[in-house]
């Protein structure tokens, strides 16, 4: 399966999608070698998650147990309750408005972000993903769901969708068509879509409901912010530097990348914690 694929360009395809020249340019990129140190420093001042929790840890889990799906999958059709209608209703409003002052990231996407790291505090507890991280990672691809106009709406998706270059191995990677042009609108190539850039094979295997309506949109935030989180929980325990680097590395493989994303997820959670 191609969802992730080595490559040189920053625009060549990578597995949470396709990275944007202009994206990699607007982003302070650390010098090899020293991102392991700017990860130890986001983990020691990113606010500890009980900060921004509406309820205590326990009855977070129940709530996000409460709305998934049978499989965890996040599958349309499955069951939704209504205890929690979605992953942002975990996060306090007040510790998002306030969030969202001091990093600069509007407040849907950081709502989004947050969700995500409660929801898999509760699903998958020794993960240990962090807001600032998946908020690093949707600065980079897609500068929070606004590149080239695009604006994340109060329902969480990107109108116009975002979607990556077409992937034919000129200015990228090449990806033949994997899904149709169901998710990305071509039926002869693959491109990268929505606010965290998932290439389409990726998508269907990784694709989540963080919005609990039923259906997996890669352009919807919520969705997509869970399916990242999910992604890089698969590699481990994210607390550890050596764990990071490699699913972030994974994300996309360019050492450089992985640095911009540790520099980036400091920078946020740093303003936070001030």
């Not at 944007?20 to 982003?27: H, K, L």
């Not at 020691?44 to 326990?58: H, K, R, W």
């Not at 409460?66 to 929690?84: C, H, L």
């Not at 505090?121 to 908020?135: D, F, H, K, N, Y």
Request: charged share 20%.
């Amino acid at each position: 399966m191609p969802d992730r694929i080595d490559h040189d360009r920053a625009d060549a395809a990578r597995p949470g999608g396709t990275a944007f020249a202009w994206a990699m340019s607007a982003v302070l990129v650390a010098s090899a070698g020293v991102a392991a140190w700017f990860l130890l420093g986001a983990l020691s001042v990113t606010p500890d998650p009980e900060g921004y929790l509406v309820a205590p840890p326990a009855d977070a889990a129940a709530a996000v147990a409460e709305t998934s799906d049978p499989d965890g999958r996040g599958n349309a059709g499955s069951p939704v309750a209504s205890v929690v209608h979605g992953n942002v209703d975990l996060v306090d409003p007040a510790w998002a408005k306030r969030t969202a002052v001091a990093t600069g990231i509007p407040l849907r996407a950081l709502s989004a972000y947050a969700g995500a790291e409660l929801a898999l505090a509760a699903e998958t507890p020794q993960c240990g993903v962090r807001w600032s991280t998946l908020a690093a990672l949707g600065s980079i691809e897609s500068s929070h769901g606004t590149h080239a106009g695009s604006a994340i709406g109060d329902d969480g998706v990107a109108r116009p969708g975002i979607f990556g270059v077409d992937l034919t191995g000129e200015s990228s990677a090449r990806i033949g068509d994997t899904d149709g042009g169901v998710w990305d609108g071509k039926p002869d190539i693959d491109r990268a879509v929505g606010p965290m850039q998932f290439i389409p094979a990726t998508w269907e295997t990784w694709g989540a409901d963080g919005n609990r309506d039923g259906a997996r949109d890669p352009q919807q935030i919520d969705d997509a912010a869970l399916a990242a989180a999910r992604y890089l929980c698969h590699h481990g325990d994210l607390s550890t530097a050596d764990a990071w680097r490699t699913a972030v590395f994974a994300y996309n493989h360019l050492e450089s990348y992985v640095d911009a994303v540790a520099a980036t997820a400091n920078e946020y959670a740093g303003r936070a914690a001030r």
